[in-house]
């Protein structure tokens, strides 16, 4: 068994910083990615950040605020938010993908955390 669980949410006003935690545990092979995704009220799922061993991507609209980091002996990764806006308010999913030690397909999800960003 792989779970995947995430910390660090919580309510922060505009212009602050939040950072979020995930990790990975269970029979694990290896993980080869990790990403946070967010789903804010009425609206589809959307990547934010991704990290693999060949670098990291970002949303447009996080470029520059928030950074993705990886501690792979952990399988944990972290997403430091700063500047925080309004629009950043959502929830936030950790997304794990790599193999379990039977070489099981691992794709799992947190149960999200909420982020709430106020005037």
């Known amino acids: 068994q792989v779970h995947v669980v995430e910390s660090g949410g919580g309510l922060v006003q505009a212009g602050g910083s939040l950072t979020l935690s995930c990790a990975a545990s269970?029979?694990?092979?290896?993980?080869?990615?990790m990403g946070w995704y967010r789903q804010a009220p009425g609206k589809q799922r959307e990547l934010v950040a991704a990290?693999?061993?060949?670098?990291?991507t970002y949303a447009d609209s996080v470029k520059g605020r928030f950074s993705i980091s990886r501690d792979n002996a952990e399988n944990t990764v972290y997403l430091q938010m700063n500047s925080l806006k309004p629009e950043d308010t959502a929830v936030y999913y950790c997304?794990?993908?790599?193999?379990?030690?039977?070489?099981?397909?691992?794709?799992?999800w947190g149960q999200g955390t909420q982020v709430t960003v106020s005037l």
């Open positions: 990290i693999t061993a060949g670098g990291s």
């Open positions: 997304n794990a993908g790599g193999y379990s030690k039977d070489l099981q397909i691992i794709d799992l």
């Open positions: 269970g029979t694990i092979f290896s993980i080869s990615a």
